[in-house]
C-alpha cells in the first residue's frame, strides 16, 4: 500500500511541476500577444497616416500642370 501511496505522491508533484510549468508559458504567451497587438496598431496607424499623407500629395500633384 505504501508504494501505490508513494507512486501516486510522485505522479502528483510531477503534475503539479508540469502545471507551474504550463503556467509560465501561458503568461509569457499572454504577454507576447499583447506586445504583438500593441504593434499592429501602431502598424495600422502607421499605414493610415502613410495613406492620409499620399492622398495629400496626389490632390497637390492634380493642381500641377501639365507641362511641369
Do not use: A, G
Request: charge should be negative; proline fraction near 3%.
Amino acid at each position: 500500500m505504501n508504494k501505490k501511496i508513494q507512486s501516486l505522491e510522485e505522479k502528483i508533484t510531477l503534475f503539479q511541476n508540469e502545471i507551474i510549468s504550463m503556467s509560465d508559458e501561458i503568461y509569457n504567451q499572454q504577454k507576447e500577444i499583447q506586445e504583438l497587438m500593441l504593434q499592429i496598431k501602431t502598424l495600422k496607424l502607421d499605414i493610415e497616416n502613410m495613406q492620409n499623407n499620399n492622398t495629400e500629395k496626389l490632390n497637390i500633384s492634380d493642381d500641377i500642370p501639365p507641362h511641369y
